[in-house]
C-alpha cells in the first residue's frame, strides 16, 4: 500500500506566495515522476509541474518562471515553490507520485486527496 499526502495550501493575496509539500510512503521500491496537477471547478484537471527522479522537470506554460518544483528522493518527497500568484492559480492541487511498489505490479500512479489554494484579496 502507498500512501500520498500533501501540505501547506491556503489563502494568498495576489503577488504572494505559497510553498506545497508532498510525502509519498509505505511499500515502495522506487519512484519515477513525481508532479503536481491542479483542478479548477468547472474545470479539467490539469499538469502543473513535473520532475523525474534524475531532477529533469517540465511546467505548464501558466507557470513557468513562477513555479519552481523540487524533489528529495531519499524521502520520497516533492515540493512545489509558489510565487507572484494570480488569482487564476485558484485550485485544488493534487500531488501524483508513479511508483514501483516492493510487492511488485508495475509502475502505477498515486494521488494525494488534494490541497486547497486560493488566491484571492
Known amino acids: 500500500q502507498v500512501h500520498v499526502v500533501e501540505s501547506g495550501g491556503g489563502l494568498v493575496q495576489p503577488g504572494g506566495s505559497l510553498r506545497l509539500s508532498c510525502a509519498a510512503s509505505g511499500s515502495i521500491f522506487s519512484i519515477n515522476t513525481m508532479g503536481w496537477h491542479r483542478q479548477a471547478p468547472g474545470k479539467e484537471r490539469e499538469l502543473v509541474a513535473v520532475?523525474?527522479?534524475?531532477?529533469?522537470?517540465n511546467y505548464a506554460d501558466s507557470v513557468k518562471g513562477r513555479f519552481t518544483i523540487s524533489r528529495d528522493n531519499a524521502k520520497n518527497t516533492v515540493t512545489l515553490q509558489m510565487n507572484s500568484l494570480k488569482p487564476e492559480d485558484t485550485a485544488v492541487y493534487y500531488c501524483?507520485?508513479?511508483?514501483?511498489?516492493?510487492?511488485?505490479?508495475?509502475?502505477?500512479?498515486?494521488w494525494g486527496q488534494g490541497t486547497q489554494v486560493t488566491v484571492s484579496s
Open positions: 501524483n507520485a508513479n511508483v514501483w511498489a516492493s510487492g511488485g505490479g508495475g509502475l502505477q500512479p498515486y
Open positions: 520532475i523525474t527522479r534524475g531532477g529533469a522537470t
